[in-house]
């Protein structure tokens, strides 16, 4: 019997996932208009979230922000970690949630990873749809003063924020590595930091594919990948991805100063 590779399994794998994640989405204004009104809003100084009326309202405009895409099965633990890490930075914070939309629900249906994948994670149409989301949320900060934002994914989210348009201050993936070339189409001007591990069970299908990098995907842009081994998903599982954080944002960084 012939024995299949590790590159020929996870190209299998892609192919599948493009045959059977077909499922479609709402991108009329009707829908696409909503995504600032279903955001959670969290000002750097703040206890709790804002309505967008009140970030707007009260936002110092002259602090960075940024703008966060979570992973499949929606804003979780990970996400609330990530906002308090950036907050403790000096940024405000702005998590997106798509899955309010009423067409969107969990693309990994039994939230524990496969050995094959969740093809819905990989839709080309899903993609489409959050970095519409993506872009409308950037561009109504951009609106209303906001002149340093940076983008940042965990998971499926990871895949959302490199195929995106805007030009922002950054852009960093929390979890995820760049396997998926057909989903591939970042701005040519944008800083990108990558933050995955070789181990990670999400990403590696259990171990059944292998990570592959991203820097070699984007011709002309500046692009770091920061590998770890550790056996985890979480965002900010490897205690180095911190600090890694701190200088890519170093020349955005705000003055430290307590909540």
Not at 118 to 136: D, F, S, V
Not at 226 to 231: A, F, N, Y
Request: hydrophobic share 35%; proline share 6%.
């Amino acid at each position: 019997m012939r024995r299949t590779t590790p590159l020929l399994a996870c190209t299998l794998l892609l192919a599948s996932a493009a045959a059977f994640a077909q499922r479609t989405y709402d991108l009329s204004e009707a829908v696409v208009g909503t995504t600032t009104s279903r955001s959670m809003y969290f000002r750097f100084e703040a206890t709790q979230a804002d309505e967008s009326g009140t970030f707007v309202e009260k936002a110092d405009r002259y602090r960075p922000v940024v703008v966060h895409s979570h992973g499949c099965n929606g804003v979780t633990g990970g996400d609330m970690t990530l906002m308090d890490f950036y907050r403790g930075l000096g940024f405000h914070v702005v998590l997106l949630q798509f899955h309010a939309r009423g067409d969107a629900s969990s693309s990994c249906p039994v939230p524990v990873a496969s050995a094959t994948g969740h093809p819905e994670t990989g839709n080309p149409h899903r993609m489409k749809a959050r970095r519409m989301e993506l872009e409308r949320q950037i561009a109504w900060l951009e609106g209303i003063g906001f002149r340093s934002i940076v983008a940042t994914g965990h998971s499926e989210g990871g895949k959302v924020v490199q195929g995106f348009k805007a030009r922002v201050a950054g852009v960093v993936l929390h979890a995820m590595d760049c396997k998926e070339r057909n989903l591939w189409d970042p701005h040519p001007d944008n800083r990108y930091l990558a933050l995955y591990s070789t181990r990670d069970p999400w990403i590696t299908g259990k171990g059944s594919y292998p990570t592959r990098a991203c820097a070699h995907l984007f011709s002309g842009s500046q692009v770091r990948d920061v590998r770890s081994t550790v056996e985890s998903h979480d965002p900010l599982a490897d205690p180095a991805w911190r600090e890694e954080i701190r200088k890519f944002l170093a020349d955005i960084l705000p003055p430290s100063r307590p909540h």
